[in-house]
């Protein structure tokens, strides 16, 4: 790719501008879980035969699968 000419930090999932930037993410994390994280748990680990899946309105669907997300495609 081409360099952006910008300053990166990252840090865990997420990467911004500054480190001001990143606190100010993992604060918004700690406080609202990006409006709703599904799981008991933050740390949450699946079985590798499980495959990629997303949790939609309670409904797991995977990759090609027709979703709620997709489905005015």
């Given amino acids: 790719g ?3 000419n910008e300053p990166v930090v990252q840090h865990g ?3 911004m501008n500054t480190q001001d930037e990143i606190r ?3 604060h918004d994390y700690s406080r ?3 409006d709703g994280w599904p799981w008991p748990r933050d740390d949450m680990v699946f079985a ?3 495959g990629r899946f997303a949790l ?3 409904v797991e669907t995977r990759p090609g699968e027709k979703s709620c997300m ?4």
């Fill in 70 to 73: 997709n489905a005015d495609l």
């Fill in 13 to 15: 999932p997420f990467v």
């Fill in 2 to 4: 081409k360099p952006i």
């Fill in 56 to 58: 939609i309105d309670g």
């Fill in 24 to 26: 100010d993410a993992f």
């Fill in 32 to 34: 609202t879980k990006f």
């Fill in 48 to 50: 590798q035969d499980k």
